[in-house]
């Protein structure tokens, strides 16, 4: 069974950093692309950052470019979300969630999910 853990959120003060982890059992990661979407409270979930399976081709929401950063290390089968300067903004649930194709910003293209890790950005 293709199952997705995130990990890392937790309290951080702004300006502040982490990385969020997305673990993959039960697959192999490298034939997916891998998406990191966020929600906030009371808003929608968006896409923040995905990675083609090739590690090549990365979409980024424009506004994030700079500050977060997306990575895969296919040997350990984990997806990474390097988050910096964080904003209260940032605040939200993390999700990641895999597809067997291209990268899309798209939420319904995406078949599996994982739980979500909770990141809060405040002082």
């Known amino acids: 069974q293709l199952q997705l853990v995130e990990s890392g959120g937790g309290l951080v003060q702004p300006g502040g950093s982490l990385r969020l982890s997305c673990a993959a059992s039960?697959?192999?990661?490298?034939?997916?692309?891998i998406g990191w979407f966020r929600q906030a409270p009371g808003k929608e979930r968006g896409m923040v950052a995905c990675?083609?399976?090739?590690?090549?081709?990365?979409n980024q929401s424009d506004s994030l470019k700079g500050r977060f950063t997306i990575s895969r290390d296919d040997r350990k089968n984990t997806v990474y979300l390097q988050m910096n300067s964080l904003k209260p903004e940032d605040t939200g649930v993390y999700y990641c969630?895999?597809?067997?194709?291209?990268?899309?910003?798209?939420?319904?293209?995406?078949?599996?999910w994982g739980q979500g890790t909770q990141v809060t950005v405040s002082s």
């Open positions: 039960g697959f192999t990661l490298e034939r997916y692309a």
């Open positions: 990675i083609s399976r090739s590690g090549v081709d990365i």
């Open positions: 969630a895999a597809r067997t194709t291209y990268c899309s910003r798209s939420l319904i293209d995406y078949p599996d």
